[in-house]
């Protein structure tokens, strides 16, 4: 074999290995670029535009090819929100399948989430440079450090973003029927982790839940699930409360709370829950029982 030919060959066998590791993040992606985007179709643009960018790069150097691939989606869907802005548009979300494509289960869940999810409803009403800090630390897990550097700010002011982004989401006046929604979820989230109910747990995850706290994050239903279930012990003293408005758990002691969890939700299911334990961001919170 030529040197020619070894490098040709040597190329292809890049590109294969990593359109297979794409795939394997694909649906992670997919995820963080509705949450950001609420439009599958713009969805799907964005994710593609990663792949081109990733096919286009040095990655040798990559030792979290998901973590990359997640900024590079964070970036695409930044510059698109910025776009739209400035043009004044708003997201239209017209997919839908070919007369003849088999249903795609992904894509429809994708599409229940776009209508129904008031999540998203509230993340219109952000800056672009709220919405990205939000979604990627508060959903998806990434640090400021790697947000600072997408928007071109510090770490700080990064997490001052996320944290006004908060409180607005939060304090969103969510109709009284989502709140009673929510409020059913997160009682059956909390009977299931009381009895280690694993099924139970799954049934009202979002497969893309994202859990955050001290410990770090856990992405996906099923780890999310198994630890929740290892937690009986705290779900047994865990209390309903509303928190900065919004439904919430808290576990007190003395009277004082020691640990809160507050939710995010999508298409009634969770999405995102927030184990809060310093005290300093405990101190912040308005908490209320419900």
Known sequence: MSDGDQHRHGDQHREDFLAERFEEYRGHLRAVAHRMLGSVAEAEDAVQEAWFRLSRSDTREVQNLAGWLTTVVGRVCLDMLRSRRSRGEQPLDTWSPAPSAEPDPAQDALRADSVGSALLVVLETLSPAERLAFVLH??????FEEIGGILGRSPAAARQLASRARRRVRGADAPEADLVRQREVVDAFLAAARDGDFDGLLAVL??????????????????????AASFGHLAGVALPALVDGATALVVLTDGRPERVLTFTFAADRIAGIDVVTDPARLAELSIEPA
């Not at 508060?138 to 640090?143: E, H, I, N, R, T």
């Open 206 to 227: 979002d497969p893309e839940v994202v859990a955050r706290g001290e410990a770090g994050v856990t992405i996906g239903a099923t780890d999310v699930a198994a630890t």
């Open 138 to 143: 508060d959903l998806f897990g990434v640090p």
